[in-house]
């Protein structure tokens, strides 16, 4: 499977191309592509470990795929809302603003 489009990894793919390279082939290329996790499932331990670890920047993009790949809103609110009690009260805030703005997002494609 290609790697989803993103404007962020096309912006530093010129100074970055090996970063880029190593994304695209390795990160979707293989590691999503393995059978032994649905690619849903594999949406939600991702971005679990993001909100885990405060990375907002990679958060939103890991939601809207999540999104299509079978995540519902309600999981993903339940996910962050469970981890707060587990990576703490910020990274819960934090991520559910995240979230916000791709549900608001998404909406405005409808």
């Known amino acids: 499977m290609?790697?989803?489009?993103?404007?962020r990894r096309d912006r530093i793919r010129p100074v970055f191309p090996?970063?880029?390279?190593?994304?695209n082939e390795?990160?979707?290329?293989?590691?999503?592509?393995r059978k032994e996790l649905s690619k849903r499932d594999r949406s939600l331990v991702?971005?679990?470990?993001l909100v885990a670890l405060g990375w907002r920047d990679q958060l939103e993009g890991h939601i809207a795929r999540?999104?299509?790949n079978g995540l519902t809103r309600e999981e993903?609110?339940?996910a962050i809302t469970h981890l707060a009690m587990y990576s703490g009260w910020p990274s819960a805030m934090t991520a559910s603003h995240v979230a916000c703005d791709v549900f608001e997002a998404e909406d405005g494609k409808k």
């Open 18 to 23: 090996k970063l880029v390279s190593m994304t």
């Open 76 to 78: 993903i609110v339940e």
């Open 46 to 49: 991702t971005i679990s470990a």
């Open 2 to 7: 290609a790697a989803p489009p993103s404007a």
């Open 26 to 33: 390795y990160v979707y290329g293989d590691v999503w592509e």
């Open 66 to 68: 999540g999104l299509a």
